[in-house]
C-alpha cells in the first residue's frame, strides 16, 4: 500500500538555524498538510496545501514558517529561525482527491530538537 | 470550549475486557470523524472513519450521534496490542484540515 514518507527521521538544530523537512506524500494524492505534535500534547495542525498554494494556516504557521512543493513529489516544509519552542514531531499528511476522499494519511513524521 | 474534546483517561483495563471512548465535537456543521490509533512517538493512524450508521471493523465499533454532537468508540476483547492512546479527529470539510482531541491512553494488562 503506498505511504507518505518522510525526511530525516531525527533533525537536531541550534536555535536560530533554519530547518527544512522533506515529505512525500501518495502519489495521486492532491491536497497537503503538516501538523506538529509536542511531547505530551495533542496533534496540532499548521498548513493545508493544494494547487501549489496554502489553502489554510493556523495561527502557529507564522512567518517563521513556509511550505512548498518544489518539483512533483517533495512538499517541503521550512522554519527559517527556529525556536526552542518548536520542538516537535512535525507530522505531513495527504489527502486523495476522490475514493475516501475524506482520509488523511500520515508519514511517519521528523522529530525536531532544537538546542 | 474545546472544538474536539476526549475522555481524560488513562484507561488500565484487563485482557479480554471491552473498553469505551467517548469524544464530542462543538460545531455541529462538521462533516467527517474519525478514531486514529497512535503508538508511542509514532504517527497517527488510522483506525476507523465513523459514519451515521456506525460501523463496525472486527472487535471495534464505532457510533456517530450528530444530535448530541460526540462518536464513540468501542473495543470488545481486549488484546495486549491494544494498549495506544486513541485520538479522535474532526473534518468540517473533506479535504479541510482534522482537528483532534488530546488523546485517550489505553493500557491492557494481562
Known amino acids: 500500500e503506498p505511504e507518505v514518507t518522510q525526511t530525516p527521521s531525527h533533525q537536531v538544530t541550534q536555535m536560530g538555524q533554519e530547518v527544512i523537512l522533506r515529505c512525500v506524500p501518495i502519489?495521486?494524492?492532491?491536497?497537503f498538510y503538516w501538523y506538529r505534535q509536542i511531547l505530551g500534547q495533542k496533534v496540532e495542525f499548521l498548513v493545508s496545501f493544494y494547487n501549489n498554494e496554502i489553502s489554510e494556516k493556523s495561527e502557529i504557521f507564522d512567518d517563521q514558517f513556509s511550505v512548498e512543493r518544489p518539483d512533483g513529489s517533495n512538499f517541503t516544509l521550512k522554519i527559517r529561525s527556529t525556536k526552542l519552542e518548536d520542538s516537535a514531531m512535525y507530522f505531513c499528511?495527504?489527502?486523495?482527491?476522490?475514493?475516501?476522499?475524506?482520509?488523511?494519511?500520515f508519514g511517519p513524521g521528523t522529530r525536531l530538537t532544537v538546542l | 470550549r474545546k472544538e474536539v474534546e476526549q475522555d481524560p483517561g488513562p484507561f488500565n483495563v484487563p485482557e479480554g475486557a471491552t473498553v469505551a471512548f467517548n469524544c464530542t465535537y462543538s460545531?455541529?456543521?462538521?462533516?467527517?470523524f474519525f478514531w486514529y490509533r497512535q503508538d508511542c512517538r509514532k504517527e497517527p493512524k488510522l483506525l476507523m472513519s465513523v459514519y451515521s450508521s456506525g460501523n463496525e471493523d472486527g472487535r471495534f465499533t464505532a457510533q456517530l450521534n450528530r444530535a448530541s454532537q460526540y462518536i464513540s468508540l468501542l473495543i470488545r476483547d481486549s488484546k495486549l496490542s491494544d494498549s495506544a492512546t486513541y485520538l479522535c479527529?474532526?473534518?468540517?470539510?473533506?479535504?479541510?484540515?482534522?482537528?483532534f482531541g488530546d488523546g485517550t491512553t489505553l493500557t491492557v494488562k494481562p
Open positions: 502519489s495521486n494524492h492532491l491536497y
Open positions: 460545531n455541529s456543521a462538521s462533516q467527517s
Open positions: 479527529a474532526v473534518k468540517n470539510t473533506n479535504a479541510g484540515k482534522s482537528t
Open positions: 499528511a495527504s489527502n486523495p482527491l476522490a475514493g475516501r476522499a475524506d482520509t488523511q494519511y
